[in-house]
Structure formats: structure tokens, C-alpha cells
């Protein structure tokens, strides 16, 4: 199946440094990309929805200004938090839609998340 | 979306069949039943869908009733590492279609 990566796998950063999160489609390309957030024992709460080559649409709620979102190619998406706090702390993960690929009727595939702590 | 209603946890024992039953009582006519599977610190991972009766593939079977208002994911002889989370999801065949509105879930723990 279609596989998405992210990278880094975990990061614990400084309170009031920037992270970037990298969500890769290793062998497809996704024209549109989801980014979600999870607490711990919590579900996955949709933060936005990354479209290659225009502006992200965030859900009500998340600071687009905090949460920094580039969807420059059709394999790539970048989410950065910017001048992160503790409350920030959480697991990050990307999907992407696969366009164009012989999938079977599930279409979206998961990365592996990405687990953040600020200090 | 119609909304999807899970029990929270549940808990059996290695070789057990588990079924775990999900209500949609809104579901609409062209809505499939699509399940994730997640794993703790990973991304969810598709399992099954289906439209009615019954699906069956190499990791699960799914039985829907001829109502659609419920559906019931069965995982024969679980293992140890099935334990996750998993999640009932109505909405497109095509789930990359829109972003997925994932509930609470149901916590199944696998005991030896």
C-alpha cells in the first residue's frame, strides 16, 4: 500500500522555539494533505487540510498564525509550530489522499505521527 | 456526518474472537462503514469497509445489518498485538475525499 512518511519521528524543543514537522508521500503523489493533533487517550482532532500550491484551511479553533502550514509539492507538506509552549505538546500526524494510485477503496493513508514536547 | 457511537473499552484474551459493534443510526444512503485500526504512537491504518452484509478480508470481517444503523467489526483469535484503538467511521468510499472525523474509539486490550 501507499506509504506516508513523517519526519522527525519525536522532538522535545525549548519553550518558545519553532518546530517543523515534514509529511512525506513516498511513492505517491497527494495533492491534498490533512494534518490532525492527538492527546494523550484522546482522538484525532482535524487541525487543517493542506491543499499543493495554495493556502491551508484551518479548522475553527487553530491559530494559523501559530501553526504554520507548506504544501509546496505534490509530496510534501510542512507543518511548523512556531514559538511553542507546553500546551503544544502532543502527537502530530499527517494523511494524505492518494490521487492517481491503484489503492484499494481506503484512499487516505496515515504517517506514523509525529510526538512533540515542549519544555 | 452521521455520527458514531463505540464502547469505550473492552477486554479479552489471546485466541478470543472479539466483536466490537458500532452505532450509526444516521447513516446516510451513500455512506460506507470504513474501521482504522490505531496502535499506540502510530498513525491510524485501514482495516475494512463495507456498504452492507458482509466483508470479509485477510484481518477482519464486518457485518452489517440489512438497517445499516449498526455495524460490527469481528477480529477471529486476537493476538496480543491487536491491542489499539479502534475507530468506526461512516462517511465516502473514498475516505482520502475530506478530512476524517474520527470519535471516541473503542480501547480493545488483549490479555495472555
Known amino acids: 500500500g501507499a506509504v506516508v512518511s513523517q519526519h522527525p519521528s519525536r522532538v522535545i524543543c525549548k519553550s518558545g522555539t519553532s518546530v517543523k514537522i515534514e509529511c512525506r508521500s513516498l511513492d505517491f503523489q497527494a495533492t491534498t494533505m490533512f494534518w490532525y493533533r492527538q492527546f494523550p487517550k484522546k482522538s484525532l482532532m482535524l487541525m487543517a487540510t493542506?491543499?499543493?500550491?495554495?493556502?491551508?484551511?484551518?479548522e475553527q479553533g487553530v491559530e494559523k498564525d501559530k501553526f504554520l502550514i507548506n504544501h509546496a509539492s505534490l509530496t510534501l507538506s510542512t507543518l511548523t509550530v512556531t514559538s511553542a509552549h507546553p500546551e503544544d505538546s502532543s502527537f502530530y500526524i499527517c494523511?494524505?489522499?492518494?490521487?492517481?494510485?491503484?489503492?484499494?477503496?481506503?484512499?487516505?493513508?496515515f504517517g506514523p505521527g509525529t510526538r512533540l514536547l515542549v519544555l | 456526518l452521521a455520527k458514531t457511537t463505540q464502547p469505550i473499552s473492552m477486554d479479552s484474551y489471546e485466541g478470543q474472537e472479539v466483536n466490537i459493534t458500532c452505532s450509526h443510526n444516521?447513516?446516510?444512503?451513500?455512506?460506507?462503514i470504513t474501521w482504522y485500526q490505531q496502535f499506540p504512537s502510530q498513525g491510524p491504518r485501514f482495516i475494512i469497509q463495507?456498504?452492507?452484509t458482509k466483508v470479509t478480508n485477510e484481518v477482519a470481517s464486518l457485518f452489517i445489518p440489512a438497517d445499516r444503523k449498526s455495524s460490527t467489526l469481528s477480529l477471529p483469535r486476537v493476538s496480543l498485538s491487536d491491542t489499539a484503538v479502534y475507530y468506526c467511521?461512516?462517511?465516502?468510499?473514498?475516505?482520502?475525499?475530506?478530512?476524517?472525523?474520527f470519535g471516541s474509539g473503542t480501547r480493545l486490550q488483549v490479555q495472555p
Open positions: 494523511s494524505a489522499r492518494a490521487m492517481g494510485h491503484k489503492a484499494p477503496k481506503e484512499t487516505q493513508y
Open positions: 463495507g456498504y452492507k
Open positions: 444516521n447513516i446516510a444512503t451513500n455512506d460506507y
Open positions: 493542506s491543499n499543493e500550491g495554495s493556502k491551508a484551511t484551518y
Open positions: 467511521l461512516v462517511g465516502d468510499r473514498d475516505t482520502g475525499r475530506r478530512a476524517l472525523t
